[in-house]
T-cell receptor, first 111, second 117 residues
């Protein structure tokens, strides 16, 4: 699985958009980008995934660059409850599917 | 919607004792993953099962074993417990990638907090 690089921490004002970057320059053609978040000591929560097209669901949007070497998770209107560690994970679809968690980004949403 | 169920939620054991953690996947999910998260660390993959067969193995100690049963629930058995085994243990489930419409999204349970004294 490709290695990912994320900033260790970010702050965001409540109500503003939170943009979390992830670098995955060694991603291969059949690997997807998945985002999870973990609120203190709870189980990681699946957010969104994508291959090469931008994706949106009720939680977030995922923007993947054309060369697929980086992506950005966007929380359009961050709330205090969005404070968590956000993990960007790259893995192939046609394998055992284990998730290799890197260091993640600690997002702090401030009032 | 039904989620992944883990039991027990909290477990306290003495050194050298054994422990069994249980995981009940989301209905229809056929793949189960186990992760260990030590204090201040990121989740680390231990082992996974697809259709009752081990599908991948990570940094699982030889003292640990796991299996998936015919009803797809899974159990993680831990023997000769050590202080360093104190951690959160998460189970995740997904619809196997061979299933139509599956993108291998993994859904995690609330975890079992194991404390070894």
């Amino acid at each position: 699985d490709a290695k990912t690089t994320q900033p260790p921490s970010m702050d965001c004002a409540e109500g503003r958009a939170a943009n979390l970057p992830c670098n995955h320059s060694t991603i291969s053609g059949n690997e997807y980008v998945y985002w999870y978040r973990q609120i203190h000591s709870q189980g990681p929560q699946y957010i969104i995934h994508g291959l090469k097209n931008n994706e949106t669901n009720e939680m977030a949007s995922l923007i993947i660059t054309e060369d697929r070497k980086s992506s950005t998770l966007i929380l359009p209107h961050a709330t205090l409850r969005d404070t968590a560690v956000y993990y960007c994970i790259v893995r192939g679809l046609f394998n055992a599917g284990k998730s290799t968690f890197g260091d993640g980004t600690t997002l702090t949403v401030k009032p | 919607a039904a989620g992944v169920i883990q039991s027990p939620r909290h477990l306290i054991k003495e050194k050298r004792e054994t422990a069994t953690l249980k995981c009940y996947p989301i209905p229809r999910h056929d793949t189960v993953y186990w992760y260990q998260q030590g204090p201040g660390q990121d989740p680390q993959f231990l082992i996974s099962f697809y259709e009752k067969m081990q599908s991948d193995k990570g940094s699982i100690p030889d003292r640990f074993s796991a299996q998936q049963f015919s009803d797809y629930h899974s159990e993680l058995n831990m023997s000769s417990l050590e202080l360093g085994d104190s951690a959160l243990y998460f189970c995740a489930s997904s619809l196997g990638f061979r299933r139509q419409g599956s993108y291998n999204e993994q859904f995690f349970g609330p975890g079992t907090r194991l404390t070894v004294l």
